[in-house]
């Protein structure tokens, strides 16, 4: 089982990015969470969202500038990331959690340039 994130690249500061984050069917009750990990720097849980998408968690580092959505039908959880800013730059992943086991998607980068 494994996720797949995309969308990331390189942005100018105030710019915008969408992450999208392909979630396996069999992996519909699990909450999706977003990390990012910068150089040097140990990874961070930035967003999170419940199965239903009914609950959300943002970062206070994030917290009015990032969206955190989940379309099950197209099996699809998105960050919108608007206003960002240098210290936004990182590799950013998703991650599914859930009673049988934690399921992490490879990395997409995010540089913001100052």
């Known amino acids: 089982v494994q996720l797949q994130a995309c969308g990331g690249g390189l942005v100018q500061t105030g710019g915008s990015l969408r992450l999208s984050c392909a979630v396996p069917s069999s992996l519909d009750y699990y909450a999706i969470g977003w990390f990012r990990q910068a150089p040097g720097k140990e990874r961070e849980g930035i967003s999170c969202i419940s199965s239903s998408g009914g609950t959300k968690y943002y970062a206070d580092s994030v917290k009015g500038r990032f969206a955190i959505s989940r379309d099950n039908a197209k099996n699809t959880v998105s960050l919108q990331m608007n206003s960002l800013k240098p210290e936004d730059t990182a590799v950013y992943y998703c991650?599914?959690?859930?009673?049988?086991?934690?399921?992490w998607g490879q990395g997409t980068q995010v540089t913001v340039s100052s």
């Open positions: 991650r599914a959690s859930g009673a049988l086991g934690v399921y």
